[in-house]
Structure formats: structure tokens, C-alpha cells
């Protein structure tokens, strides 16, 4: 949370110089899915095989621009679904999703005419996961706020913007369920960092200076 705020600071000294700046809304889809999935026991242990699936994400960004470099903190509501089936013992699949906000802080610059590209660190902080209509609770993440990265594409038309990004993790985030089944100790862990692909569509409320 210290880095957030020394991050926010030092976007405020740069704001204050730069040559144009504005909010704006952004929303879109993303593309991937959560780490590995897997059940423990005493006896024997398991990992399930995974698809992607799409999710999407909406929320607000600010955008400076100073001495050709963009600078865009943003804040979003992400959705994330990912498909698991246990091929090894049964055809049964599990449709795991996951809510967080994600505060991506980017730094760019434009390439040629509209046509820019961004990269930086990803803050993720989860508010719920679990399997959909299946009845496996899951503890507390071992970290509820970790940091990813990001970095892709985009195209600025006017006010609005269309960004194409690739979101990865540094570290795994393991979140597991336990139980005890006779003497039997079960359960699932889950790594709730996504690799993923993110599609954006955004309209900014430009101000100049």
C-alpha cells in the first residue's frame, strides 16, 4: 500500500507539469484463466487441466502525457472464469471465478501517429472466488493483494482508445480449501494470479493545458 501511495504522489508532481491530461471510462474483455488447480490428500493428488475462458473488466483510468511519455493509473472491476476438468479420474468439469480490482499504473509513449504502446505494474486485490454451483468454500488467498505486470498495444482515435494487453504474475498467490474426511486431510489450491489477454475500448474526457 506504501508503493500506491508513493506512486500517486509522484503521478500528481508529473500531472502538474504535463502537457495534457483527462479522465475517462474504459471497459472490455478479458481472455485466460488463473494458475493451476489442484486436489491434495493423503493418499493420492491431482491436477486439473485448464481452459481459458472470457471475463470482462470496467472501470476508470487517468491519462497525462509529459515530455512524450504517457503516464495512465487505472482502476477496474475484473471477472475472471476458468474451466478445470479432472481428465484423470473423471470427465467432470469445474467452473472456477474469481472478482478483484486490479490498479494497473502504465508508462508509454506513442510510436507512430495513433499508434502507442504501455507496460507496468499491475496491483490485484480479490474480493471473491469459488467454484459456480458447487458448494467448496476457500480460505483467504495467501496474499489478497499481489502485483503483476502488463504491457500491449494501442491505437488513440480522438477521445477514444482501443488497447490490446497481456497481463502476467511475478509470483503465484495459492488460495486452498481443506477438509478432513475420516483421518483423510483433502482439499483443493488454487494459484489466483491470471495469465490473460485484455481487449479495452475507452473514451477520454480530455483536459488541456
Known sequence: MKKIIVAVLLLSGITALSQSTGFGIKGGLNYGSVGDLEFTSEFANSTFSKENKTGFHAGVFYKAKFAGLIIQPE???TKLNTEYTNDGVSSDVYDYELSKIDIPLLVGFDIIGPLNIKA??????ILENGFEEVNIDFEDPENSFTVGYQLGVGVTLGQLGIDV????AFTDNTIITESQVEDNSVGFQVDARPSQWILSLSYAFDKKN
Do not use: C, M, T, W
Open 120 to 125: 507496468g505494474p499491475s496491483f490485484q486485490y
Open 75 to 77: 482502476l477496474l472491476y
Open 165 to 168: 494487453r497481456y497481463e502476467g
